[in-house]
């Protein structure tokens, strides 16, 4: 019973290039939430996914960056025009189903070190 | 909106004794969550500890327990008998209802031999 998988683990881009970073989320999970973790900071909320829907993306920046969840394979997050501010560690998060008040775990991947010169 | 503050920047404990962090929290809703995760120098997000506010008795995971006070809005985490490996950085963190988690800023704890 695999994990959340995120690849790649770390990703290289020069300013002006597009990253794009997957996410496979558990078996049986179809919520998706992605987090950014700036160094020495703690995780900030980005983007709440299911699939073939945006749940919540009040913590995206509006400009380069989106998200999807395709009915078939990993989400995506896609940054386009990189700036060295993007650089940062990039988490998934995946959920089962879950009724509106009832709290599980949220199960992490390992992240993606995306980093921008 | 939620707020989760974290004002320990860093911790040390000697080997063996317990340490309690602390986590206090801020939120408009009323039913929430709180959970204790653990970030070693790997980078992984590792799932420590579950507090739901509607339980009414603290939660315990083997030597990791969260002393809930919800009238203070504290949610501490205690690490009973300190091992070196748990020298790491510990995110406190809300939920909301859609799972959607608020994190502290952490405490880098580093256990002392």
């Known amino acids: 019973n695999a994990g959340v998988m995120q690849n790649p683990r770390h990703l290289v881009r020069r300013r002006g290039q597009e990253a794009r970073l997957r996410c496979s989320p558990m078996?049986?999970?179809?919520?998706v939430y992605w987090y950014r973790q700036l160094p020495e900071e703690g995780l900030k909320f980005m983007v709440y996914?299911?699939?073939?829907?945006?749940?919540?993306e009040s913590g995206m920046p509006k400009e380069r960056f989106s998200a999807e969840f395709p009915k078939e394979g990993p989400s995506i997050l896609r940054i386009q025009q990189v700036v060295r501010g993007d650089s940062a560690a990039y988490f998934c998060?995946?959920?089962?189903?879950?009724?509106?008040?009832?709290?599980?775990?949220?199960?992490f991947g390992q992240g993606t070190r995306l980093t921008v010169v | 909106a939620q707020k989760i503050t974290q004002t320990q920047p860093g911790m040390f404990v000697q080997e063996k004794e317990a340490v309690t962090l602390d986590c206090t929290y801020d939120?408009?809703?009323?039913?929430?969550?709180l959970f204790w995760y653990k970030q070693p120098s790997s980078g992984e997000m590792i799932f420590l500890i579950y507090?739901?506010?509607?339980?009414?008795q603290n939660a315990t995971e083997g030597r990791y327990s969260l002393n809930f006070q919800k009238a203070r809005k504290s949610a501490n985490l205690v690490i009973s008998a300190s091992q070196l490996g748990d020298s790491a950085m510990y995110f406190c963190?809300?939920?909301?209802?859609?799972?959607?988690?608020?994190f502290g800023g952490g405490t880098r704890l580093m256990v002392k031999p």
């Open positions: 998060a995946s959920s089962p189903p879950h009724l509106r008040g009832l709290y599980t775990e949220a199960f």
């Open positions: 078996k049986g999970h179809s919520h």
């Open positions: 996914l299911q699939k073939e829907n945006i749940i919540d």
């Open positions: 939120t408009s809703d009323q039913s929430y969550g």
């Open positions: 507090q739901g506010s509607y339980d009414e």
């Open positions: 963190a809300a939920s909301n209802a859609g799972n959607m988690l608020t």
